[in-house]
């Protein structure tokens, strides 16, 4: 857990271990075995330098420019080439430790995108929590756009660091709610209606009151509840930044400090350069609105940098008036990272 030097704890959900993340398929972290495949580069728990070779299924875009890399290492790990399946668990081994010693008290993980199969979702998750489970040393998180696939990796789980977190339930999954009850589970809790995303503050603020209201209904303490206001990308809606964390601030007010209040705060950079600047950035900004959690990548948003950043600079002004939505579609942030003025991000 973080505290930054408000003395404000952040519970980081860490969320490296998922299977839509990519790496460039002609960038630094590809190369060639041996034998001429196409591998990942990775450094393994012991700092050894070794290469994943890449299943074909994990390349990813219309043109195959890109590596779904924790596919990628799924794939090879549950495949029959030995030293492929090796290479796949010490890949996502590493993955897990490394967000661990970054600081994440959970490790959030995702399979929807190793297969269209269900049955293959809920079996590649109940697979994914018996690796990480065995490698980690803090709990993981279940996400999953199923139920069912949730479900499944909490059957798996034997808790050996504390209760899974489910991630999440909504006003359309209130069975995720019924899961999380049921094993004593905290829980993410979206703030997305009936009919899909929050159109504002409004709808964000009473659309989380009702599913807080409901999971209390469903006998969850309210120190078990993240709820997530939804992060939207400020490239498509210049305002969609300032309503989330308008509605992080009445939702404090609301339920006062022992709701979790988070968000997936890499959603608002989409789209976007300088993508590093822009997560920590709106990060901090978060933190001062009332979030204390968030699902995140600690070693991208290195604590460090993100609650020592010098809030007087141009760069921080220029993001934050992007965010925030005084700089609408970024115009002048645009301008000034054409120019050279902001450093460009690795993201």
Known sequence: MWRTERGTKLTV????????????R?????????DGREALRFSDEAAVERLLPIPEAAFDG?????VKQVKAAILAATGTARDDAAAGLAYLSALALRQEAAGAD????????????????????????????????????????????????????????????????????PEVLE???????????????????????????????????????????????????LVLPVGVDPEVGGHYLEAVRALRDAFGPSLHLTGGFSNVSFGLPGRRLLNDVFLALAVDAGADSGIIDPVASDPARVF????D?????????????RDPYGLAYLAAFRAGELEPSPA
Do not use: F, K
Request: proline share 4%; charged share 20%; with cysteine.
């Open 62 to 66: 219309a043109d195959g420019s890109r």
């Open 313 to 325: 600079s141009r760069a921080w002004q220029l993001a934050a008036d992007l965010l925030e939505g």
């Open 26 to 34: 002609g960038g630094r972290h590809v190369a060639r075995t041996a």
């Open 106 to 173: 959970y490790l959030d993980l995702n399979v929807d995108e190793v297969t269209a199969d269900p049955g293959g979702q809920r079996a590649a998750m109940a697979w994914l929590v018996g690796v990480v489970e065995t490698v980690a040393g803090v709990p993981v998180a279940l996400d999953s756009s199923s139920a069912a696939t949730i479900a499944a990796g909490l059957a798996a789980s034997t808790r050996p660091h504390g209760a899974p977190l489910l991630n999440s339930a909504s006003l359309e999954r």
């Open 179 to 229: 899961l999380a009850a049921s094993n004593d589970c905290p829980v993410v809790l979206s703030a997305a209606g009936a009919g899909g995303m929050p159109s504002g503050v409004d709808e964000r603020v009473a659309n989380g009151r009702r599913i807080v209201e409901g999971a209390l209904g469903a006998g969850l303490a309210l120190d078990r509840l993240h709820l997530d206001a």
């Open 13 to 24: 959900i860490g969320e490296d271990i998922h299977a839509t993340r990519i790496v460039l």
């Open 308 to 311: 020592g950043m010098d809030r």
